[in-house]
């Protein structure tokens, strides 16, 4: 059991470039999550889903979209890279039903 | 608006001597809260947690937590702190039906031998 996926583990990106952090999950779980971490602040949410086909924002949702085709997968996307997006990025989820978010072990992400 | 407030930024505790980090919390409703630990590099793991019932809850680890309604408070405690426990913890309040969790700033516990 895998539990949660997240790809690339590193990435440095150039200012203005575009990617996706993966995220899948083997767990059949219907809520997910993308935080990302930076020192003295906490986790911040980005974007949350409750199912497939449903997303939402989060905390800090400017910059990053997301999609939700299927219960397994929710990647984040970047738009146009920015040095502010530097950060490390957890995706988490969950069977909702207060069991607790299952986290997958990050992406660091620089931006140059 | 949800938020959790973790007031201790680092905390140093001898190895063999007890723990507690402070956790206060602000939500309208009865709150889902759990703790969860980060060790460096690494993702975030489920302590324990708490939604109902009994207010002191058994964690892993040897860890415990007391829910204090009249506090808005969610304390995390060791009776006595090994090594291994050096990592930097998180309590979060679960909101909107749990469907998102929001995190305190975290507190990072440094252990001397």
């Given at each position: 059991?895998?539990?949660?996926?997240?790809?690339?583990?590193?990435?440095?990106?150039?200012?203005?470039?575009?990617?996706?952090?993966?995220?899948?999950q083997d767990?059949n779980?219907?809520?997910?999550?993308?935080?990302?971490?930076?020192?003295?602040?906490?986790?911040?949410l980005?974007?949350?889903s409750?199912?497939?086909?449903?997303?939402?924002q989060?905390?800090?949702?400017?910059?990053?979209?997301?999609?939700?085709?299927?219960?397994?997968?929710?990647?984040?996307?970047?738009?146009s890279?920015?040095?502010?997006?530097?950060?490390?990025?957890?995706?988490?989820?969950?069977?909702?039903?207060?069991?607790?978010y299952?986290?997958?072990?990050?992406?660091?992400?620089?931006?140059? | 608006?949800?938020?959790?407030?973790?007031?201790?930024?680092?905390?140093?505790v001898?190895?063999?001597?007890?723990?507690?980090?402070?956790?206060?919390?602000?939500?309208?409703?009865?709150?889902?809260?759990?703790?969860?630990?980060?060790?460096?590099g690494?993702?975030?793991?489920?302590l324990?947690?708490?939604?109902?019932?009994?207010?002191?809850?058994q964690?892993?680890?040897?860890?415990?937590?007391?829910?204090?309604?009249?506090?808005?408070?969610f304390?995390?405690?060791?009776?006595?702190?090994h090594?291994?426990?050096a990592?930097?913890?998180?309590?979060?309040?679960?909101?909107?039906?749990?469907?998102?969790?929001?995190?305190?700033?975290?507190?990072?516990?440094?252990v001397?031998p």
């Open positions: 059991n895998a539990g949660v996926t997240q790809t690339p583990k590193f990435q440095v990106l150039k200012t203005g470039q575009s990617m996706t952090l993966q995220c899948a767990m779980h219907e809520y997910m999550s993308w935080y990302r971490q930076d020192p003295g602040m906490g986790l911040r980005i974007h949350y409750v199912g497939a086909g449903i997303t939402d989060g905390e800090v949702p400017n910059g990053y979209n997301v999609s939700r085709s299927t219960t397994e997968d929710f990647p984040l996307r970047l738009l890279a920015a040095p502010s997006q530097t950060s490390v990025y957890f995706c988490a989820s969950s069977s909702g039903q207060g069991l607790g299952t986290f997958g072990s990050g992406t660091r992400l620089t931006v140059v | 608006a949800q938020s959790v407030t973790q007031p201790d930024i680092h905390i140093t001898s190895e063999g001597a007890s723990l507690e980090l402070r956790c206060n919390y602000s939500y309208g409703a009865t709150p889902y809260l759990f703790w969860y630990v980060q060790s460096p690494q993702g975030l793991q489920l324990l947690k708490y939604f109902s019932g009994d207010t002191l809850v964690g892993i680890k040897g860890f415990e937590a007391e829910f204090k309604r009249s506090q808005s408070s304390n995390l405690r060791k009776p006595s702190v090594w291994s426990d990592a930097e913890y998180f309590c979060a309040v679960g909101a909107q039906g749990f469907q998102k969790l929001v995190f305190g700033t975290g507190t990072r516990l440094l001397s």
